[in-house]
């Protein structure tokens, strides 16, 4: 009698664990999918065209200006490029260093934008090290430019912090501005972040958008450790 | 010709404003940063031609077009805008990618150039516009500058107003009063209070009830004139 539970109970676990490595290979595949489409897509859709090439006139237009300025903006543009094509094969960096190319990047709608775009950065040190998916906060930062300070005539500030919790990552990205809905690559570029953070994290991790009074807050929030049972 | 920039980037502006100087028979008479700028420039300096960014904050280019009486030429620029640019394919209109190629420069100020009506005296405070001046329409992502003598009827719908030329009808946010107190009476007739026809297009006339003709336009296009406007017609047609 008891053999028979044991075999029930080996097989039942068996069934289980199969299971589980399905679904997990299944996650590893979708991430791979999305990459992949995100790659199909022009390694320049992480980048966007409307950045870059506003990005390229703006420099063309230093050159004669202020040439100093204009070899800064190159490498950083360079800069931004060669980790933006990574992106599609790192799956997370960390914060840090994600922030460091967000700082790049304003600095480069800086030289476009002047005085129309202010940020700052407040970002906890002992949430420096934590991993988080490549060109998240990146995305956010970029649609807090497109959707936000662009369309303000006056421009606005940007400001990205971020800071542990019992555990949990939080980054946040408030804008001036309003929500715009759009359709279109921003929705889509959204709707990709989530379902990448859904495969790494489950349902320990969100990105939630709302508007607060004048602004737009953008609230990112993962675990702190890798999730256990994820693909490294 | 005499152009305008308008952009709210200040160093495309002076891209612009560098590959300008270095093409033949074009003068930057100014600069705008806005719509709001850029009006009170059109308005003061009457340029003819106009370097036009699609994407400033608060007001697209087409926006600002529609808002003038008339547009002057217009080259639109942009960095990367997948609805302009399909406007643009579809409509046919003279754009620039930025950054800017100087030859590409080149030939759409040289088509711009070509396509100017004729330069005439200086204006006297809002003259009727003339044969070869051109308004700006657009119907989603159609756009169109339509020159004055073409268009056949131009009709009031609320605030707004109608205009048909071509096959089309798009419309256009400008009342019918600010476009008839525009146009010139040796061309454009106002049929009645909702109406008003380009004499040069009339097809037919046909008696209507009432004293009234059944005016037939090109384009298949019917109009009632009403009674009075039938008599004046008779009296100017008789001048």
Known sequence: MVWCVFIWNVAYFAVHYFERWRQAELDKLQLAVIAAEAKLNGLMSQLNPHFLFNCLNSVRGLIVEDPAKAQAAITSLSELMRYSMQASRIATVPLEAELEMVQTYLSLEAVRLDERLTSELDIAEDSRPVPIPTMLVQ?????????????????????????????????????????????????????????????????????????????????????????????? | MRALIIDDERLARSEIRRLLEATPDVEVIGEARNADEALEQIDRLRP????????????????????????????????????????????????????????????????????????????????????????????????????????????????????????????????????GDRLDPALFFRANRRQIINLERIESLAPWPNDGYLVKLAGGLEVEMSRRQARLFHTRARL
Not at chain 2, 58 to 81: K, M, S, Y
Not at chain 2, 101 to 117: H, I
Not at chain 2, 146 to 174: C, M, Q
């Open chain 2, 48 to 179: 003819d031609l106009l370097f036009l960014d699609v994407q400033m904050p608060g007001c697209d280019g087409f926006e600002l077009l529609e808002r003038l009486d008339t547009a002057p030429g217009v080259i639109f620029t942009t960095a990367f805008d997948q609805y302009a640019l399909r406007a643009f394919e579809v409509s046919a209109l003279d754009y620039l990618v930025k950054p800017i190629s100087p030859a590409r420069l080149a030939a759409a100020v040289a088509k711009a150039t070509a396509r100017a009506p004729a330069p005439t005296a200086p204006e006297s405070i809002d003259p009727p516009l003339r044969r070869g001046q051109r308004i700006f329409v657009r119907d989603g992502e159609h756009c169109w500058f339509v020159a004055i003598e073409d268009i056949v009827l131009i009709e009031s719908e609320g605030n707004y107003a109608r205009l048909y030329f071509s096959g089309h009808r798009p419309v256009t946010p400008r009342s019918l009063n600010a476009i």
């Open chain 1, 139 to 232: 995305l956010l930062v970029e649609n807090a430019v497109k959707h936000g300070i662009e369309h303000l005539p006056a421009g606005g500030s940007i400001r990205v912090s971020s800071w542990l919790d019992v555990g949990t990552l939080h980054v946040r990205v408030t804008n001036s501005g309003q929500i715009v809905s759009r359709a279109g690559s921003t929705r889509l570029g959204l709707v990709n972040a989530r379902e990448r953070l859904r495969l790494l994290y489950g349902t320990r991790a969100s990105l939630a958008l709302r508007e607060d009074g004048r602004s737009v807050v953008a609230d990112l929030s993962l675990p702190a450790a890798p999730a256990a049972g994820a693909s490294p």
